[in-house]
C-alpha cells in the first residue's frame, strides 16, 4: 500500500503520536497512551506496528491451484513466504508483499515527537 501522508503528533499536546495514512482512506493511528514502554522500545512498537499495517497477507491455500507461489517461495524482498506477523519463513503459511519497509523510528528529544523513515523494496 502507497503512503499518502504521515503525521507525528507532538507529546503532551497531541493525543495521537502517529498516524499514517495510505490508499482508499486507510489509517494506522498509534496514541500516546500506548506507548508505555522506554523510548527504543516505543520505537521498536512503532515500527513493528506500521510494518504490520502495510504488510499484505495472503494464504497460500486461498492462492489460486496454479499460481506459482503457492507452490514455491518467490524468496523475494518484496513478496515471500513467511508467518503471520511477517516473519520470513519458508515454511510460512502465508504469501506476504511488502512493498514498503519501515526502516526505522526514531525519537526526535528537540521537537519531541517519532521521526519515521520508510524505505521502498524492490
Given at each position: 500500500?502507497?503512503?499518502?501522508?504521515?503525521?507525528?503528533g507532538?507529546?503532551?499536546?497531541?493525543?495521537?503520536?502517529?498516524?499514517?495514512?495510505?490508499?482508499?482512506?486507510?489509517?494506522?493511528?498509534?496514541?500516546?497512551?500506548?506507548?508505555?514502554?522506554?523510548?527504543?522500545?516505543?520505537?521498536?512498537?512503532?515500527?513493528?506496528?506500521?510494518?504490520?499495517?502495510?504488510?499484505?497477507r495472503?494464504?497460500?491455500?486461498?492462492?489460486?491451484?496454479?499460481?506459482?507461489?503457492?507452490?514455491?517461495?518467490?524468496?523475494?524482498?518484496?513478496?515471500?513466504?513467511?508467518?503471520?506477523d511477517?516473519?520470513?519463513?519458508?515454511?510460512?503459511?502465508y504469501?506476504?508483499?511488502?512493498?514498503?519497509?519501515?526502516?526505522?523510528v526514531?525519537?526526535?528529544?528537540?521537537?519531541?515527537?517519532?521521526?519515521?523513515l520508510?524505505?521502498?523494496?524492490?
Open positions: 500500500m502507497p503512503v499518502h501522508k504521515i503525521e507525528t507532538v507529546q503532551g499536546v497531541d493525543p495521537v503520536a502517529v498516524c499514517v495514512y495510505v490508499a482508499a482512506n486507510k489509517y494506522a493511528v498509534i496514541q500516546w497512551s500506548q506507548l508505555t514502554g522506554t523510548i527504543e522500545e516505543n520505537c521498536e512498537f512503532i515500527r513493528v506496528s506500521l510494518q504490520q499495517f502495510l504488510d499484505t495472503q494464504r497460500k491455500n486461498d492462492l489460486p491451484v496454479d499460481d506459482p507461489d503457492r507452490k514455491t517461495d518467490p524468496n523475494r524482498p518484496n513478496l515471500y513466504w513467511g508467518d503471520e511477517g516473519t520470513p519463513n519458508s515454511h510460512g503459511q504469501l506476504i508483499s511488502r512493498p514498503i519497509e519501515v526502516a526505522s526514531i525519537w526526535d528529544t528537540e521537537q519531541l515527537k517519532y521521526v519515521l520508510f524505505r521502498k523494496v524492490e
